[in-house]
């Protein structure tokens, strides 16, 4: 095998360095997916200042529908008065 050209060796070790780039990327976005999908786990759906139990009732036995029904205003009205 004849040994490599000095611009044959640098085009091979840019090639290996794009691919390691790459992958490097790749790593990166899934490792944030990761983190992304544990911090979602652990913030997961209730309300500021309500924590809903397994069971689906708050401290103050309210369960999460009738959170969510006293939640919402009703009657919201924007602009002057």
């Known amino acids: ?6 611009s ?3 085009d091979q070790g840019l090639r290996r360095l794009s691919d390691l780039t790459t992958w490097v990327g790749v790593g ?3 490792v944030t997916g990761v983190f992304v999908g544990l911090a979602a786990h652990a913030t997961h759906a209730s309300t500021a200042g309500t924590q809903i139990s397994s069971t689906g009732s708050t401290a103050a036995g309210l369960t999460a529908a009738q959170v969510s029904a006293t939640a919402q205003p009703s009657h919201v009205r924007s602009g002057a008065s």
């Not at 095998?1 to 000095?6: D, F, H, I, L, Q």
């Open 1 to 6: 095998m004849a040994s490599m050209t000095m």
């Open 8 to 10: 044959a060796a640098r």
């Open 28 to 30: 990166a976005v899934a």
